[in-house]
């Protein structure tokens, strides 16, 4: 417990895993306040919007209560800090807009609509993808035609100038970085969406903000109440004694997680870069703060809130501060806030930990979205090595989450490539997990003989000699080499690696993303090296901004462009009009062969088998063990459009998808 955190008492917190004592309490608790928040709200909306409030805060109070007294209930002023995060959750109700509240209904109505096949989503920085909020706008045609239904733009908050670690140091929740707009022009930009079918998803920064928030600044004037909104130390006693359990996460940046403050005379706790500091949620009024931050950004349209680096919300000595329950618990605390006051809005987790500690976070009552950085990992890990068996090994045990949730799928994003898999998946395929990761590097590096890429390094250990990946989808494929090395036969292979992976993300469980530019095939830009803002950091080898003139390119299916872009586009419409990939579970199967991929969708009304061939050789499934699954000997292929009779084998060419129904139904 940090030195300056708020004051406890010795109040017995023993209860907090006996349902009947918290249910109780709960009921007593909601009964005492309830008069309060009455008379302080009831009259400022209609009797049946308010009853129809009252409905959900005594639905959802019971969870709530049960997470903040697990948190805060030693503390002497619990039930003020309860009747405070209760005020705000109601004060920010009154202020949601009633469009916002009419969306509300509709997704209570279809509490499932984000498992739905017709769910498509895209990620972009505002900058790079159109100029500003303003000029986005003029864009959302574009994603249309895509078939876009849920757009993720890169933070846009208020940084620092200079380094601001790409936008998540946010010195202000409320305003947006001039740059790009205004918080009106955000507004009517999510309106906009909204208006078309897409959904607006937001990153919230909440572990940390940067050291020019006003609360950091007023912390650094001396501000005793706002020092205890972070974690501070006079002397690094304290600062060691969690270095000693912690790994350090930006070694190249700073060593350890502390940064000293020479105005301050204090130790600040600082995970990632020096200018972020960690908010300390062991103070109830964080949690009131953030909860507030975060329903006024519901109120401007975002409808999907990106939770940006949950897992290290909570410290606790002796223990390397990750994946804590209290972190799981103040989560669930935002997701019944939500909840109760801005119910059309959904929680996606964003967590690069071990695959097992990332479904942890997902759960209808925590986080019902995910990315899924594992999958992600193992698609590039296939194609490597032509292999499909750790990717089989991840996807049997770790797709299938809880229901009404659902994962975020992708193959690049603005981040690096990080091999974030578990080391059982790659050791079912017989690889050596430290080995086989310093690999994946060499080739998607292009330092290994067999390799098709072009990327570089990311924060490379020295000292270990791991490191991550950067580069676009189409370079990594192989698109890049080929053109650089005028080889058709090799640029055909190459764009046949980008549709199958996305195939995958299209056609298994969960939601695609594209990392927009991925659907023209955009190059890798080495041009960033010759900005001294850039130069050091090669995930701007794969940031580049928008090539407009490309996409002119796009109908073109004469062109690399119009080749991936109408083959994306195939892939996106099947899902669409396919009911097997609606509200179903991914159900993996050992096609017999190691390079080639299979699994099952199905509904009541439904069934697929999807393959897929991971090598750049004709491969072979012997027939009888597609009887064995369930298959006939004639059946359709969804994706190419034809009819398949398969009496002793299926052959596949290179890097084939295969979508295929049974001939009569399922």
């Known amino acids: 417990m940090p030195r300056n955190a708020a004051p406890v008492t010795g109040f017995p917190t023993g209860m907090d895993d006996d349902p009947v004592w918290l249910n109780e309490h709960a009921a007593s608790s909601l009964r005492r306040l309830l008069p309060r928040i009455e008379a302080r709200f009831r009259e400022e909306t209609e009797p049946a919007e308010w009853d129809a409030y009252l409905g959900r805060l005594k639905t959802h109070f019971p969870r709530l209560f049960a997470h903040l007294h697990a948190l805060y209930g030693h503390q002497y002023d619990f039930f003020y800090h309860l009747e405070g995060i209760l005020a705000s959750a109601t004060e920010m109700w009154l202020q949601r807009p009633g469009e916002l509240k009419a969306l509300d209904g509709l997704r209570e109505a279809d509490p499932h609509w ?43 908050f208020s940084v620092p100038e200079g380094d601001n670690d790409g936008g998540y140091a946010v010195s202000d929740y409320r305003e947006v970085d001039p740059s790009l707009g205004t918080m009106d022009q955000l507004r009517e930009l999510a309106t906009d969406l909204r208006h078309r079918g897409i959904s607006l ?32 130390f006079p002397d690094r006693e304290m600062p060691d004694a969690f270095e000693a359990h912690m790994p350090e996460v930006f070694f190249e940046d700073h060593p350890g997680a502390f940064t000293y403050q020479p105005r301050l005379r204090k130790w600040v706790w600082t995970t990632f870069h020096t200018y972020q500091w960690d908010l300390n949620y062991q103070n109830p009024v964080v949690l009131n703060r953030m909860t507030e931050e975060m329903l006024f950004l519901a109120n401007q349209g975002v409808e999907i809130v990106r939770l940006d680096a949950v897992a290290f919300l909570w410290k606790r000595l002796g223990t390397n501060c990750q994946n804590l329950p209290e972190a799981h618990r103040i989560i669930q605390a935002f997701n019944a806030v939500a909840a109760i006051a801005a119910p059309g809005t959904l929680l996606l987790s964003e967590a690069i930990v071990h695959p097992d500690e990332v479904r942890k976070y997902i759960a209808v009552d925590e ?84 390799s098709f890429a072009r990327g570089e390094p990311f924060q490379v250990d020295a ?44 056609t298994t469980t969960g939601i695609p993303l594209l990392y927009l530019g991925d659907e023209i095939a955009t190059l890798n830009d080495p041009g960033y090296a010759h900005d001294p803002d850039k130069l050091g950091d090669s995930r701007w080898l794969h940031r580049s901004a928008f090539d407009w003139k490309r996409a002119e390119l796009r109908h073109d299916t004469g062109s690399v462009p119009g080749r991936v872009y109408h083959g994306l586009l195939r892939l996106l419409q099947l899902r669409k009009h396919t009911q097997a990939f609606h509200c179903s579970e991914t159900e993996v199967a050992d096609s017999g062969n190691k390079h080639v991929l299979g699994f099952f969708r199905s509904t009541d009304d439904d069934m697929v088998f999807v393959l897929a061939n991971f090598s ?18 004639t059946f359709v292929d969804l994706y190419a459009g034809r009819t398949i009779t398969a009496t002793t084998e299926l052959v596949f060419e290179p890097y084939q998808l295969m979508v295929l129904r049974r001939v009569g139904g399922p």
């Open 114 to 156: 984000h498992e739905s096949n017709r769910m498509v989503g895209a990620m972009c920085y505002v900058d790079l993808f159109a100029g500003d909020l303003e000029k986005l706008r003029e864009k959302i045609s574009y994603l249309a035609e895509l078939g876009i239904t849920c757009l993720h733009l890169m933070p846009l």
């Open 616 to 633: 750049e050789t004709e491969q072979r499934l012997d027939a009888r063990r597609l009887r064995q699954m369930g298959m006939r000997k």
């Open 201 to 232: 998803i937001l990153d919230f920064v909440f572990n940390h903000t940067s050291d020019e928030h006003r609360w950091a600044k007023r912390a650094v004037s001396g501000d005793r109440e706002h020092q205890g909104f972070y974690y501070m």
């Open 463 to 506: 000292r270990t000699g791991d490191a991550r990946v950067s580069g676009t989808c189409a370079s990594l494929a192989g698109v890049e080499r080929a053109l650089e090395e005028g080889d058709e036969e090799a640029l055909e292979l190459a764009i046949r690696r980008i549709l199958l992976i996305h195939g995958i993300i299209i």
């Open 367 to 450: 986080c019902p979205l995910s990315y899924n950085p594992e999958l992600m990992a193992l698609l590039w890990d296939a194609l490597a090595t032509r292999d499909v068996r750790a990717l089989r090994e991840s996807m049997g045990k770790r797709m299938g989450i809880p229901p009404g949730c659902t994962w975020l799928n992708y193959v690049r994003c603005h981040d690096d490539i990080g091999w974030a898999f578990a080391d059982e998946a790659v050791e079912a395929a017989g690889f050596d997990p430290r080995e086989h990761r310093r690999f994946l590097t060499a080739f998607y590096t292009g330092e290994h003989s067999a």
